[in-house]
């Protein structure tokens, strides 16, 4: 069964930064590329940034790039992501989704860590 | 302002057919897949249907998904209260080298 679980969220003031880590299990985690999505407090869903499988390529939203760094480490099966300079619209939840085929779309998702930027 | 244009919201009465539209364009919908997710109040999104018109096992084949030109479609029939959620599509856009997501359908069952 494929799993991945967040952790890393919480309260952090507007300038501050955050890790975020994702934990993934049941699936072999270097085939597949992987996401960051967010979704603000009853907003939609945000694609954040995606890393191919041995961190090639590696995409960003306008909205983050230049603040936020993903990264992976396929012997720990483990998804990173370093987020810096936070906003106040950074609040969200944040989740980890596999990526279908690596440029597609997510298939599978955590259940997702609240990250709250307010002072 | 989301890449993909879905409607706000719909809604139909038990045991009757809907269907959620997705709009987009020839860098995202009109040359990749789509998806297509379910997200229950306070739950994470989960995968219905993928490729267009594939679903993952355990998805009844009461959800179906079409796509033509550079818009996508999601049908959904014999509604059930169960359905009520809120429903997106995705996609890849390769102009944007970006998952693009539409902004949200919320689907009520009168």
């Known amino acids: 069964e494929v799993q991945l679980v967040e952790s890393g969220g919480g309260l952090v003031k507007p300038g501050g930064s955050l890790r975020l880590s994702c934990a993934a299990s049941?699936?072999?985690?270097?085939?597949?590329?992987m996401n960051w999505v967010r979704q603000a407090p009853g907003k939609g869903l945000e694609w954040v940034s995606s890393?191919?499988?041995?961190?090639?390529?590696?995409y960003y939203a306008d909205s983050v790039k230049g603040r936020f760094t993903i990264s992976r480490d396929n012997a720990k099966n483990s998804l990173y992501l370093q987020m810096n300079s936070l906003r106040a619209e950074d609040t969200a939840v944040y989740y980890c989704a596999r990526d279908l085929r690596g440029g597609s779309y997510p298939d599978y998702w955590g259940q997702g860590t609240l990250v709250t930027v307010s002072s | 302002q989301s890449v993909l244009t879905q409607p706000p919201s719909v809604s139909a009465a038990p045991g009757q057919k809907v269907t959620i539209s997705c709009s987009g364009s020839?860098?995202?919908?009109?040359?990749?897949?789509v998806s297509w997710y379910l997200q229950l109040p306070g739950t994470a999104p989960k995968l219905l249907i993928y490729d267009n018109n594939k679903r993952p096992s355990g998805i009844p084949d009461r959800f179906s998904g079409s796509k033509s030109g550079t818009s996508a479609t999601l049908g959904i029939t014999g509604l059930q209260t169960g359905d009520e959620a809120d429903y997106y599509c995705g996609t890849w856009d390769s102009s944007l080298s970006a998952v693009v997501f539409g902004g949200g359908t919320k689907l009520t069952v009168l």
């Open positions: 020839s860098s995202n919908i009109g040359n990749n897949y």
């Open positions: 049941g699936f072999s985690f270097s085939d597949y590329s």
């Open positions: 890393i191919s499988t041995s961190s090639s390529y590696i």
